[in-house]
């Protein structure tokens, strides 16, 4: 098998970036995700990287790639929420809009929340306590879906029950 040189990966991913920005961009498009909320929020998720980073500096911690890593992929996994949600209001027929527009902007002020701490932070040389508000989202979010979830359970043990012993009488 060749070994492929740093110079071809890169071109490689260079021609297929734009293709993986359409096909992202083509997916939100479809849902109907404002897209202009979702760049607000990859900027702030790279200001809160960026803050994180100086706050570890600043505390002495050291920086691993791995922990970075983990980090930004947690950050772009929270993008898939709002992707989540609206698939599965396209799923069920419903025109739910609001309900990712919404997420996508709880994630905005989760964002800014974090900044702000970050920057006190760094500022103060001291961590005030942790409220972490995705964790909260996604608490709010589980018990929406339970919500759904048990009304659709209700509806499918209210029907009326159907008599099909006329048929196996023969």
Same mark, same amino acid.
């Given at each position: 098998?060749?070994?492929?040189?740093?110079?071809?990966?890169?071109e490689?991913?260079?021609?297929?970036?734009?293709?993986?920005?359409?096909?992202?961009?083509?997916?939100?498009?479809f849902?109907n995700?404002?897209?202009d909320?979702? @760049?607000?929020?990859?900027?702030?998720?790279?200001?809160?990287?960026?803050?994180?980073m100086?706050?570890s500096?600043?505390?002495? #911690? @050291?920086?691993?790639?791995?922990?970075?890593?983990?980090?930004?992929?947690?950050?772009?996994?929270?993008?898939?929420?709002?992707?989540?949600?609206?698939?599965?209001?396209?799923?069920?027929?419903?025109?739910?809009?609001?309900?990712?527009?919404?997420?996508l902007k709880?994630?905005?002020?989760?964002?800014?929340?974090?900044?702000?701490?970050?920057?006190?932070?760094?500022?103060?040389?001291?961590?005030?306590?942790?409220?972490?508000?995705i964790?909260?989202?996604?608490?709010?979010? #589980?018990?929406?879906?339970?919500?759904?979830?048990?009304?659709?359970?209700? @509806?499918?043990?209210?029907?009326?029950?159907?008599?099909?012993?006329?048929?196996?009488?023969?």
């Amino acid at each position: 098998m060749k070994k492929m040189d740093k110079h071809s990966f890169y071109e490689l991913l260079s021609k297929c970036g734009n293709d993986i920005k359409g096909l992202i961009y083509g997916a939100f498009l479809f849902l109907n995700i404002n897209v202009d909320v979702v @760049k607000v929020l990859l900027w702030l998720m790279l200001i809160d990287t960026a803050f994180g980073m100086f706050k570890s500096f600043r505390f002495g #911690r @050291k920086i691993t790639f791995a922990r970075l890593f983990e980090g930004v992929m947690s950050k772009l996994m929270c993008l898939l929420i709002p992707m989540v949600l609206a698939l599965v209001a396209k799923g069920l027929g419903y025109d739910m809009k609001v309900v990712p527009d919404t997420i996508l902007k709880v994630l905005v002020v989760a964002e800014a929340f974090s900044i702000v701490t970050s920057f006190y932070a760094i500022r103060t040389k001291e961590e005030p306590k942790d409220v972490d508000l995705i964790t909260m989202l996604l608490n709010s979010l #589980r018990k929406g879906l339970m919500s759904i979830f048990s009304s659709f359970l209700k @509806k499918v043990e209210n029907t009326v029950p159907v008599d099909n012993t006329e048929e196996y009488k023969n």
